[in-house]
């Protein structure tokens, strides 16, 4: 993972957008880093697509201000179009042209001569693992080379920003990866990425940085180990030395812990939950777990306390935020 380099590539503050009665985006305030992935995660409908349509200059904002490498996206939306690429949610190419002929016409619509567009395409294709099949048509390629295709016509011109919407919605998992390596790639060559995403996995593999949303707006913002840290909880795993003492093990640590423990598919191990107890912490608790089983001569041989999954960290961040509106 890339750090990030120079000045912010995006600013907001206050970003609105609304539709009709509904805010789409409801006052979201970022600041991306230069030079690295910057992860923007939610469920479906939390304003993702909406504000990243701001940022590139496809939809005009209602409220707010934002800037990209300084330029305001309402008015100097030109300069910020010279800058910046989108590859959206689902593959864009033409589906009746060759992965070849794709992207030898968008770079001569981006002005690139002929043979320098043949050069570029070529250059691609190889480096995107799509050479062999630059002759087919796109209608022919899986999911997986379309959006490979698809990110690749993205960088024909190296953008300073690209924006990538979803980009790995539907694919199998080693499709993933491979889009995976090509946004790493795309970072190390200096290139800002804006990464919006449902898979919680691929922002905690890709971004430096992730800023949560959910009802368009920001609910939490920073690294996937500040956002980690900030739930106060931790998973625990115990490998026991007697299986047979699996239940009575279990049995206390759900007394001590106070939370739900699962069996593991090993017969000796035990997993939980552990979440932060007024001013207790999950080490805290956990300690007195393992000190409880010890008194009962339980003997534990391999303890492990891991931070939790940013699955648990959104499942308790939207938690408190409904816990709130439902105080107020």
Do not use: C
């Not at 480096?127 to 379309?146: C, I, N, T, V």
């Not at 107890?277 to 089983?293: K, N, V, Y």
Request: hydrophobic letters at 40%.
């Amino acid at each position: 993972m890339s750090e990030p380099r120079g000045g912010p590539a995006i600013e907001t503050v206050g970003l609105v957008k609304t539709f009709g009665d509904k805010r789409a985006v409801d006052g979201i305030d970022l600041s991306v880093p230069s030079g690295m992935v910057y992860g923007v995660l939610g469920p479906n409908g939390a304003g993702k697509t909406t504000a990243v349509r701001m940022l590139a200059t496809l939809t005009r904002p209602d409220g707010g201000e934002a800037r990209v490498f300084g330029h305001d996206v309402v008015r100097e939306a030109d300069a910020v179009r010279a800058r910046v690429s989108l590859t959206g949610q689902y593959a864009s190419v033409d589906e009746d042209l060759t992965g070849e002929e794709n992207l030898v016409l968008l770079a001569r619509l981006l002005g690139h001569g002929k043979p320098a567009a043949r050069t570029r395409a070529g250059q691609l294709l190889d480096a995107f693992g799509l050479a062999e099949a630059a002759g087919k048509q796109a209608k022919a390629y899986s999911g997986g080379m379309r959006r490979r295709l698809d990110i690749a016509a993205s960088i024909l011109n190296t953008p300073d920003l690209l924006f990538l919407d979803e980009p790995t919605t539907g694919l199998d998992p080693r499709s993933r990866n491979q889009v995976w390596d090509i946004v790493r790639t795309v970072v190390e060559l200096g290139t800002t990425v804006l990464l919006t995403t449902q898979y919680l996995d691929e922002a905690d593999r890709l971004a430096g940085r992730i800023a949560v949303i959910d009802r368009g707006r920001v609910i939490a913002e920073g690294t996937p180990g500040q956002l980690k840290s900030s739930v106060g909880a931790g998973s625990v795993q115990v490998r026991l030395r007697d299986a047979d003492r699996r239940e009575e093990a279990r049995s206390v640590l759900a007394a001590v812990l106070d939370v739900p423990v699962q069996p593991g598919n090993d017969p000796v191990t035990l997993t939980a939950r552990v979440m932060a107890d007024g001013g207790t912490g999950p080490a805290e608790l956990a300690s007195r777990a393992l000190a409880e089983l010890a008194v009962l001569g339980i003997t534990v041989d391999d303890f492990s306390l891991g931070q939790p999954t940013l699955d648990e960290v959104f499942l308790a961040l939207t938690d408190d935020e409904q816990r709130q509106e439902a105080v107020i």
